[in-house]
């Protein structure tokens, strides 16, 4: 059974850091792209990164240059670090992967991914 569970959210001042996890099991993990989604109350799921099975790392606009993507294959884990944050960064993050995409084509778009864990809630207050 696949499964990804993400933690380190929290609540940080604007400008703060944090650091997500995504713990993954049930399948051959370095085969497989991982991105990150995040939806606000009231707003649309978001594309956030994506990293590929072979570590190419891709982000949002908003994001790039904060949020740094990487991989563990031997902790079978992706982290996603968040600098800067500002309260807009405010959403729940959740992981996601599907069983056929290696890479990250428009990683964005949310129908494309099978498996989505069950979000961490990060808060920035101004």
């Known amino acids: 059974e696949v499964q990804l569970v993400e933690s380190g959210g929290g609540v940080v001042q604007a400008g703060g850091s944090l650091r997500l996890s995504c713990a993954a099991s049930?399948?051959?993990?370095?085969?497989?792209?991982i991105a990150w989604f995040r939806q606000a109350p009231g707003k649309e799921r978001e594309g956030v990164s994506c990293?590929?099975?072979?570590?190419?790392?891709y982000y949002k606009d908003s994001v790039e240059g904060r949020f740094t993507i990487s991989r563990d294959n031997t902790e079978n884990t992706v982290y996603l670090q968040m600098n800067s944050l500002k309260p807009e960064d405010t959403a729940v993050y959740s992981c996601?992967?599907?069983?056929?995409?290696?890479?990250?084509?428009?990683?964005?778009?949310?129908?494309?991914?099978?498996?989505w864990g069950q979000g961490t809630q990060v808060t920035v207050s101004s």
């Open positions: 049930g399948f051959t993990f370095d085969d497989y792209a």
């Open positions: 996601v992967t599907a069983m056929y995409l290696s890479s990250c084509p428009r990683f964005g778009i949310p129908f494309q991914y099978d498996y």
């Open positions: 990293i590929s099975s072979g570590g190419v790392p």
